[in-house]
């Protein structure tokens, strides 16, 4: 069965950094993009990282670019997350997730419904 377990969340104040992990199982790690995404409350989800299934593309939301940093070890069957600068809007749940997708660019990578597999997600908490 296909699951993914995430962890490292947790409460930071501002201007700190955290790394996520999602570890995976059940499947063919390496066949499968791995991307991050996160839900505030009464906010919609959104897209944060997304990387392809070697590592060599990777893909960020506006609210990431340039302070966080996705990345995978297809080996231990793990990607991460590193959040670098947080802001206390970052405050969220964090789920990553799996797609069988063999593409290029954001517009492949940034819809939640690519998406097969999901994590329980993990709360990060960035305090003022």
């Known amino acids: 069965q296909e699951q993914l377990v995430e962890s490292g969340g947790g409460l930071v104040q501002a201007g700190g950094s955290l790394r996520l992990s999602c570890s995976a199982s059940?499947?063919?790690?390496?066949?499968?993009?791995m991307a991050w995404f996160r839900q505030a409350p009464g906010k919609e989800r959104e897209f944060v990282a997304a990387?392809?299934?070697?590592?060599?593309?990777?893909y960020y939301g506006s609210s990431a670019k340039g302070r966080f940093a996705i990345s995978r070890g297809n080996a231990k069957n793990t990607a991460y997350l590193q959040m670098s600068s947080l802001k206390p809007e970052d405050t969220a749940i964090y789920s990553c997730?799996?797609?069988?997708?063999?593409?290029?660019?954001?517009?492949?990578?940034?819809?939640?419904?690519?998406?097969?597999?999901w994590g329980q997600g993990t709360q990060v908490t960035v305090s003022s």
């Open positions: 997730a799996a797609a069988w997708r063999y593409c290029s660019g954001l517009g492949c990578y940034d819809s939640a419904s690519a998406y097969d597999y």
């Open positions: 059940g499947y063919i790690f390496s066949d499968y993009a």
């Open positions: 990387i392809s299934q070697s590592g060599r593309n990777t």
